[in-house]
């Protein structure tokens, strides 16, 4: 199973609006609602930022929202703030047999 | 809310064995799906096996099957990945999570990782 593609990195000033993609195939991203959305900092865990493609786990700010489109979802941050920085990664369920898979990552950075 | 702390990695040569544990708290353990995910130094994340919720049903991605085995004793409240045959290409931090989100589908919580170095 390959990994989904993610941009490397991504970058805007505070206060501006950032979008990552997350392009799979009809057998992962668009073949269910099961794409979710990782923050990682360096040397930290990864937190769950969106999960279900849409839906925001308690605690995570409103400024953070998924979508997907055909084969690609997307993760848009809203209102960029320098605690934003950080790598994100997607993953979305493959079915029974491929299970899980992740994108390479993306690193977000404020201006 | 679970909280999850993983034990058990270190240095180990090629070829050999090393078991990974997971320690849960609280009383919700044996009511989820449960994951193992690793991060390469540097790399991304890469899902590694997951185990349903009385052990019955284990999945695992190609780089693991054959080599590692997950199980689980929900008496302990405790998640295990056996390692075995080990290469130089498994050093990463794993870590484990609980299955989660509305469908629990996605990986929440995250415990803070266990990192396995495998080297000569």
């Known amino acids: 199973q390959s990994a989904l593609t993610q941009p490397r990195s991504v970058s805007g000033s505070p206060g501006q609006s950032v979008t990552i993609s997350c392009t799979g195939t009809?057998?992962?991203?668009?073949?269910?609602?099961?794409v979710s959305w990782y923050q990682q900092h360096p040397g930290k865990a990864p937190k769950v930022m969106i999960d279900?493609?849409?839906k925001r786990p308690s605690g995570v700010p409103d400024r953070f929202s998924g979508s997907k489109s055909g084969n690609t979802a997307s993760l848009t941050i809203s209102g960029l703030q320098a605690e934003d920085e950080a790598d994100y990664y997607c993953?979305?369920?493959?079915?029974?047999?491929?299970?899980?898979?992740f994108g390479g990552g993306t690193k977000v950075t404020v201006l | 809310e679970v909280q999850l702390v993983e034990s058990g990695g270190g240095l180990v040569q090629p070829g050999g064995s090393l078991r990974l544990s997971c320690a849960a708290s609280?009383?919700?353990?044996?009511?989820?799906?449960m994951h193992w995910v690793r991060q390469a130094p540097g790399k991304g994340l890469v899902w590694v096996s997951c185990?349903?919720?009385?052990?019955?049903?284990?999945r695992y991605a190609d780089s693991a099957k054959g080599r590692f085995t997950i199980s689980r004793d929900n008496a302990k409240n405790t998640l295990y990945l056996q390692m075995n045959s080990l290469r130089a290409e498994d050093t990463a931090v794993y870590y484990c999570?609980?299955?989660?989100?509305?469908?629990?589908?996605?990986?929440?919580?995250w415990g803070q990782g266990t990192l396995v170095t495998v080297s000569s």
């Open positions: 999570a609980k299955a989660g989100g509305g469908s629990g589908m996605g990986f929440d919580p």
């Open positions: 609280g009383s919700t353990f044996s009511s989820h799906w």
């Open positions: 185990i349903n919720v009385d052990g019955s049903t284990t």
């Open positions: 009809s057998s992962d991203v668009g073949g269910f609602n099961y």
């Open positions: 279900d493609v849409t």
């Open positions: 993953c979305s369920y493959a079915g029974s047999d491929s299970s899980w898979v």
